[in-house]
Structures are given as structure tokens and as C-alpha cells.
């Protein structure tokens, strides 16, 4: 199997966006979030190719007022390719380009019945630290989780 991970390119446009509208409420148009992640996040938007086909991507951030604070805004792959380590692969590069950014730990927000995803981000380290219902409005509840990179565990993400 050839699986390459590596920045984002505009080429990669229309491949993002239909692992987007795969993954996303029905209506959802993901065209106008993918452009500008790829201008704002070039260095920590990650694509996923198998065999020369994007079949996953992943998109990092540090916040803007503490730097030392990563985010995985987003994490996919498509349906095909799932439970085959992809989602593995995307999460280990996104946390490496975080850290080399200087991030000194990783937070995420997952839909609490998301037993798959939860698996997969705590096999790499995360636990939840916080709940929110609604976070992205009714029926949009959401568990906060973290992953210090640094071995010190005073280090608090914030919703």
C-alpha cells in the first residue's frame, strides 16, 4: 500500500471537498471553509494519499493568543478507508506539525457518541478535560480532549 501524508495543495480542492460533504450534515457546504484552511493553515493542513488518491486529511492550528496551543480542527477519512490506520497516520503527522510549531500540547473537539474517533484519540494520548452541550448549537454537544506534549500536566485547553 502506498500512503504518502503531506501538505495540502490547491489541487487537492475538490478531492477535500468531497471528504468534506461525505462527513458533514446533509446541506453543509464545506467549499468556503477548505479554501481558506488551505491559505490560513498551509503548514498544518495535511492530506492523506493512497495510491495517488487523497483519501483523508487533516487540519492543525495553534491558537492565536497562546501559541504553545494546538488544535485538530479537523480529521478525515473517507469511508472507504477507514479502520485500515489512516486515521492513525493523519493524527501522529498533524501532532508532530503542531509540536514543530511549538505547541506544547494538542486539543480536539469530538461528538461524544463518536466511539471510533474517541478510540483513536485515546490511543494516542488524549483524555477528555470538558464536556459542552451545544457546542455547536442543539444537538451539537461536544467533549473537549487533550494531549500534553511535554510530560507537565498544567496545561488547560479552553473550549
Not at 494519499?49 to 492565536?64: D, N, P, R, S, W
Amino acid at each position: 500500500m502506498n500512503l504518502t501524508i503531506r501538505e495540502y495543495l490547491d489541487e487537492d480542492f475538490l478531492a477535500v471537498c468531497g471528504l468534506e460533504r461525505e462527513n458533514s450534515p446533509r446541506g453543509c457546504k464545506p467549499e468556503v471553509f477548505i479554501r481558506q484552511a488551505g491559505v490560513l493553515f498551509a503548514d498544518t493542513f495535511l492530506v492523506m494519499e493512497c495510491g495517488g488518491k487523497v483519501v483523508g486529511y487533516t487540519i492543525g492550528a495553534l491558537v492565536q493568543h497562546r501559541q504553545t496551543t494546538g488544535w485538530i480542527v479537523r480529521l478525515v477519512v473517507g469511508e472507504r478507508y477507514r479502520r485500515r490506520g489512516f486515521g492513525k497516520g493523519l493524527v501522529a503527522a498533524v501532532i508532530a506539525a503542531l509540536r514543530e510549531r511549538g505547541a506544547y500540547e494538542v486539543c480536539l473537539s469530538v461528538a461524544p457518541g463518536n466511539r471510533a474517533a474517541r478510540a483513536l484519540y485515546e490511543r494516542h494520548g488524549f483524555r477528555e478535560t470538558d464536556f459542552f452541550p451545544a457546542y455547536f448549537g442543539e444537538g451539537g454537544d461536544r467533549c473537549i480532549l487533550r494531549r500534553d506534549l511535554t510530560g507537565r500536566e498544567d496545561l488547560i485547553c479552553s473550549g
